[in-house]
């Protein structure tokens, strides 16, 4: 298996995080699920930087976010299948 492009940790998660630099729009990312092992692929839709999240399924404003299988935010704006998920569309529910 090559590398992975991105990296889910919990089959709950519906965001990934981008683990390679220069991602483009237009990759058929492998991603892998940490928890067991298990690989699929997803097309990336945008540029995303190393260290930032993709939505694994189409999310939309008012949605929870979960990475490591825990609530970790909330969508403030839409991100379909492969989007780029940061700041501009996503916030915590500290503040």
């Given amino acids: ?7 889910v940790h919990d089959q709950k ?12 729009a237009g990759t058929d990312m492998l ?3 940490t928890h067991d092992n298990s690989d699929f692929r ?9 260290g930032h999240k993709v939505a694994l399924k189409d999310l939309s404003a008012g949605d929870t976010v979960y990475k ?11 991100a379909a299948k492969g989007a780029h998920v940061h700041t501009h ?6 503040w």
């Fill in 31 to 33: 991603c892998v699920v």
């Fill in 13 to 24: 998660d519906n965001v990934g995080v981008v683990v390679v630099e220069g991602l483009k």
């Fill in 1 to 7: 298996m090559s590398a992975p492009q991105l990296l």
């Fill in 68 to 78: 490591y299988g825990e609530d970790i935010g909330l969508m403030k704006g839409d």
């Fill in 89 to 94: 569309n996503c916030k915590t529910k500290r």
């Fill in 42 to 50: 997803l097309t990336a839709k945008a540029d995303i930087p190393i």
